[in-house]
């Protein structure tokens, strides 16, 4: 399963408090975006989660909670992480983008 990127422009409608939002990757149930909060470059990453259209189609339920799972446990990871080298985590938040779009998301300053 796949899914269509949210553009810059829709991005940007979900986090009003971000500016200059660009595209920089996609990946599986992800896309990541460079953009500038309170004069820090950020990295502002989306994560798709599966609908689940019908609640006792095990195969839609069982796909939702890997992919949530997933995100738990990167985030709890990163959140462990002492180096300079990597991304600090900032905050998250969930946000809805588009129209399809129910995105878990974590803003981080570079380094």
Do not use: W
Not at 8 to 16: I, N, Q, T
Not at 28 to 38: C, D, E, I
Not at 76 to 87: D, G
């Amino acid at each position: 399963m796949s899914f269509k990127v949210p553009s810059a422009l829709d991005v940007s409608k979900s986090f009003p408090e971000l500016q200059g939002i660009t595209f920089i990757q996609q990946g599986g149930f992800k896309a990541v975006y460079s953009a500038t909060a309170s004069a820090q470059k950020q990295a502002l990453k989306l994560v798709f989660f599966p609908s689940v259209a019908n609640p006792e189609n095990e195969e839609e339920v069982l796909l939702q909670k890997e992919v949530k799972s997933r995100v738990r446990r990167e985030i709890e990871l990163l959140s462990k992480l002492r180096c300079p080298e990597i991304v600090k985590l900032g905050v998250i938040r969930t946000r809805e983008v588009g129209h399809v779009y129910a995105p878990a998301t974590a803003s981080a300053a570079f380094r």
